[in-house]
């Protein structure tokens, strides 16, 4: 991670979605930094909010979510204040998304080329059409893909080809931050592996940070080199990813590692967390899990913990007045 | 010798392939995707059999025809030692109450517009095995038994009022009111969160228990068969390229697909690396699948012989097959 400069800062974020029966506290007052060449786990269940922290980040909001409050400084500049024209010259050049499914991402009646020269002239009136295919099958090939296919459409792909070409959009402007929003949620296990054996390759290729959105732990073992684990729309821990699966302090990390099935492991029965996420029209009071928690003190029903930082991991948890 | 259950004999079934009218006359030869393409094997009273695979190896469309819901090209199926095709139209019937099904999506699986009470009980009125109050006991007994409490309270919920989780019990609840002794579960877990499949997948094995149940167990995820799976079948393209102990499979992968897939598995531990590349490529097309082994052209063993000849399971230790002569040799 070399020098460890700091190109993304969250603070403060709060993100409300008003619905017919209240307001969905979809964030609750999220601090996150984000380190140049780092790839970021951001892991929890649905509703934990990371793909709306993901949204929030490109501004790409479903309406009527909204930032009620925070920051959100990309290389000392504010996203979340930024209007429309200046949101264009960083959502997509510096920073760019990948989201679940390639099929309803990709529009059927463009091919391949199409897309590419769409994207790059959307950001880049300057480049010619030509200009632009050229750069388009060069990515291809970077992505392991015939730039002969250039002319094809999205319904000749096969599932993997499909995601392939959805990160080459992402990335055919140059950005140096990518945020991925479960890729490979919809592929079968043996294309994942592929996938995120070439976004691993991709990130070196193109000096890239990667924010990589999942609810699969498994998936970010060994790619991520930090994870931040998300509970009802706050976070709950961050940590080296070593350092977490060795030794989870949040309980809901820890009832997390050991809901999930490991092949590699002879473990008699998986251990089950009772109860289900809370509501964030109606957010528990004090911590979030503090229902769910089997170490619940009293404190924690009543306040919301602190965040205690220290030896590269943070954590939001009455148990700990520092980091042990 | 376990009482055997169910009984799959070199089942086939061929989907017919849409195509152009102009095409349709200039070529008389009928295309088909064989998405089952020879498959036998046998499940045990009490066993819970793994059916694992990629999209597309035909898991699916193999649960589909055990329960009768698609008929079979060729091949036959048999429950309890006897043919379904020599069953008439009651007896199949009847034979639904002791077949169910758990579908993947509790959301499209369940109406919206009908209460948990209504689709519990539902099965009981289809098969006329009770009504009114006489059925409401028996859906709230059930519904007690996969937890969901109150069964009084729930009874009169919709779906989008419960969880992820309350929404697959419904699923599981609806699929045991009929008290059936055999249950294909097609990927009961697979759009549930981590935590609750953890809960769904122990619900489950309390419940083989209690109702002294049989399990098809559809999946596309290795990990979770290890929590709940006897044996394992391995499909590829629509065959079972290999069949086994769950243990014995795991341990001693023989066919190259399957030590494929489970490398391709994620591990939740940031130490481990895969000792081996991932094939290029993916599944092929079903309509047009390789000549000889349906994997040769993207396995690291293939000899030429792979590319002629179509393997068939060999044994490979106690109770393992795998169709691969270059790796049982």
């Given at each position: 991670?070399?020098?460890?400069?700091?190109?993304?800062?969250?603070?403060?974020?709060?993100?409300e979605?008003?619905?017919?029966?209240?307001?969905?506290?979809?964030?609750q007052?999220?601090?996150?930094d984000?380190v140049k060449?780092?790839?970021?786990?951001?892991?929890?269940?649905?509703?934990?909010?990371?793909s709306?922290?993901?949204?929030?980040?490109?501004?790409?909001?479903?309406?009527?979510?909204?930032?009620?409050?925070?920051?959100?400084?990309?290389?000392g500049r504010?996203?979340a204040?930024?209007?429309?024209?200046?949101?264009?010259?960083?959502?997509?050049?510096?920073i760019?998304?990948?989201?679940?499914?390639p099929?309803?991402?990709?529009?059927?009646?463009?091919?391949?080329?199409?897309?590419?020269?769409?994207?790059?002239?959307t950001?880049?009136?300057?480049?010619?059409?030509?200009?632009?295919?050229?750069?388009?099958?060069?990515?291809?090939?970077?992505?392991?893909?015939?730039?002969?296919?250039l002319?094809?459409?999205?319904?000749q792909?096969?599932?993997?080809?499909?995601?392939?070409?959805?990160?080459?959009?992402?990335?055919?402007?140059?950005?140096?931050?990518?945020?991925?929003?479960?890729p490979?949620?919809?592929?079968?296990?043996?294309?994942?592996?592929?996938?995120l054996?070439?976004?691993?390759?991709?990130?070196g290729?193109?000096?890239?940070?990667?924010?990589?959105?999942?609810?699969?732990?498994?998936?970010?073992?060994?790619?991520?080199?930090?994870?931040?684990v998300?509970?009802?729309g706050?976070?709950?821990?961050?940590?080296?990813?070593?350092?977490l699966?060795?030794r989870?302090?949040?309980?809901?990390?820890?009832?997390?590692?050991?809901?999930?099935?490991n092949?590699?492991?002879?473990?008699?029965?998986?251990?089950?967390?009772?109860?289900?996420?809370?509501?964030?029209?109606?957010?528990?009071?004090?911590?979030?899990?503090?229902?769910?928690?089997?170490?619940?003190?009293?404190?924690?029903?009543r306040?919301?913990?602190?965040?205690?930082?220290?030896d590269?991991?943070?954590?939001?948890?009455w148990?700990?007045?520092e980091?042990p | 010798?376990?009482?055997?259950i169910?009984?799959?004999?070199d089942?086939?079934?061929?989907?017919?392939v849409?195509?152009g009218?102009?095409s349709?006359?200039?070529?008389?030869?009928?295309?088909a995707?064989?998405?089952?393409?020879?498959?036998?094997?046998?499940?045990?009273?009490?066993?819970?059999?793994?059916?694992?695979?990629?999209?597309?190896?035909?898991k699916?469309?193999?649960?589909?025809?055990?329960l009768?819901?698609?008929?079979?090209?060729?091949?036959?199926?048999?429950y309890?030692?006897r043919?379904?095709?020599?069953?008439?139209?009651?007896?199949?019937?009847?034979?639904?109450t002791?077949?169910?099904?758990?579908?993947?999506?509790?959301?499209?699986?369940?109406?919206?517009?009908?209460?948990?009470?209504?689709?519990?009980?539902?099965?009981?009125?289809?098969?006329?095995?009770?009504?009114?109050?006489?059925?409401?006991?028996?859906?709230e007994?059930?519904?007690e038994?996969v937890?969901?409490?109150?069964?009084?309270?729930?009874y009169?919920?919709?779906?989008?009022?419960?969880?992820g989780g309350?929404?697959?019990?419904?699923?599981?609840?609806?699929?045991?009111?009929t008290?059936?002794?055999?249950?294909?579960?097609?990927?009961?877990?697979?759009?549930?969160?981590?935590s609750?499949?953890?809960?769904?997948?122990?619900l489950?094995?309390?419940?083989?228990?209690?109702?002294?149940l049989?399990?098809?167990?559809?999946?596309?995820?290795?990990?979770?068969?290890k929590?709940?799976?006897?044996?394992?079948a391995v499909?590829?393209?629509?065959?079972?390229?290999?069949?086994?102990?769950?243990r014995?499979v795991?341990?001693n992968?023989?066919?190259?697909y399957?030590?494929?897939l489970l490398?391709?598995?994620?591990?939740?531990?940031?130490e481990?690396?895969?000792?081996?590349?991932?094939?290029?490529?993916?599944?092929?097309?079903?309509?047009?699948p390789?000549?000889g082994?349906?994997?040769?052209?993207?396995?690291?063993?293939?000899e030429?012989?792979?590319?002629?000849?179509r393997?068939e399971?060999?044994?490979?230790?106690?109770?393992?097959?795998?169709?691969?002569?270059?790796?049982a040799?």
């Open positions: 991670m070399g020098a460890g400069e700091t190109i993304l800062s969250i603070k403060g974020l709060h993100v979605f008003p619905i017919s029966i209240g307001t969905v506290k979809a964030l007052g999220v601090d996150l984000i060449g780092e790839v970021m786990g951001l892991v929890g269940e649905s509703g934990c909010g990371k709306t922290l993901g949204f929030s980040i490109v501004r790409l909001l479903r309406p009527p979510g909204r930032i009620t409050s925070g920051r959100i400084d990309y290389r504010n996203v204040g930024m209007d429309e024209k200046e949101l264009l010259r960083i959502r997509g050049r510096r760019a998304m990948v989201f679940q499914d099929l309803t991402s990709l529009n059927p009646l463009f091919s391949i080329g199409q897309h590419f020269v769409e994207t790059i002239r950001h880049d009136r300057a480049v010619t059409k030509s200009r632009a295919l050229e750069m388009a099958g060069d990515m291809l090939e970077s992505l392991g893909i015939s730039r002969q296919r002319g094809e459409y999205p319904h792909m096969s599932g993997g080809m499909r995601q392939r070409i959805m990160i080459g959009l992402a990335l055919v402007m140059r950005p140096e931050l990518l945020i991925a929003d479960e490979t949620t919809a592929l079968d296990v043996i294309v994942e592996a592929q996938f054996d070439l976004l691993e390759e991709l990130r290729r193109f000096d890239l940070t990667v924010i990589l959105i999942t609810h699969n732990l498994g998936n970010v073992a060994q790619l991520a080199h930090r994870i931040t998300m509970y009802g706050t976070i709950v821990e961050v940590a080296p990813a070593g350092d699966f060795r989870p302090l949040h309980p809901y990390t820890e009832g997390l590692l050991a809901s999930i099935p092949i590699r492991l002879d473990r008699p029965r998986l251990v089950t967390m009772p109860g289900s996420p809370p509501d964030l029209v109606d957010p528990p009071a004090g911590c979030v899990f503090h229902p769910r928690c089997p170490r619940a003190m009293d404190v924690c029903r306040e919301r913990p602190p965040s205690v930082s220290g590269g991991r943070t954590v939001s948890c148990l700990y007045k980091v | 010798m376990r009482e055997e169910v009984r799959v004999r089942l086939v079934k061929r989907f017919p849409q195509r009218i102009l349709g006359f200039l070529s008389s030869e009928a295309r995707v064989h998405a089952v393409d020879g498959v036998s094997f046998v499940i045990s009273k009490g066993e819970v059999l793994g059916l694992v695979g990629e999209s597309g190896s035909g699916t469309t193999t649960g589909r025809l055990i009768g819901l698609t008929r079979p090209s060729a091949g036959e199926i048999s309890r030692g043919p379904l095709a020599s069953f008439g139209r009651a007896e199949m019937e009847r034979l639904r002791r077949m169910q099904v758990i579908f993947q999506d509790p959301y499209a699986s369940l109406s919206p517009r009908m209460t948990v009470g209504d689709a519990v009980s539902h099965p009981l009125k289809i098969h006329g095995m009770a009504s009114g109050e006489r059925a409401r006991e028996m859906a007994e059930i519904m038994k937890g969901l409490t109150p069964a009084g309270f729930l009169r919920k919709y779906p989008h009022q419960l969880s309350q929404r697959q019990r419904v699923a599981i609840a609806r699929a045991l009111v008290s059936p002794d055999f249950v294909v579960a097609d990927e009961p877990i697979a759009m549930a969160d981590v609750v499949r953890a809960m769904i997948l122990e489950m094995v309390r419940l083989k228990e209690d109702f002294d049989t399990y098809l167990f559809i999946t596309h995820d290795l990990a979770t068969c929590y709940i799976c006897d044996r394992i499909m590829y393209l629509g065959r079972i390229v290999e069949i086994g102990p769950i014995e795991f341990s992968p023989v066919h190259p399957t030590r494929t490398e391709a598995v994620p591990v939740p531990d940031p481990f690396r895969r000792t081996q590349p991932m094939p290029k490529g993916e599944i092929p097309n079903p309509v047009d390789p000549a082994c349906a994997f040769h052209p993207r396995c690291a063993y293939a030429p012989a792979c590319a002629r000849e393997p399971l060999l044994p490979v230790g106690p109770g393992h097959e795998a169709a691969c002569p270059v790796m040799r």
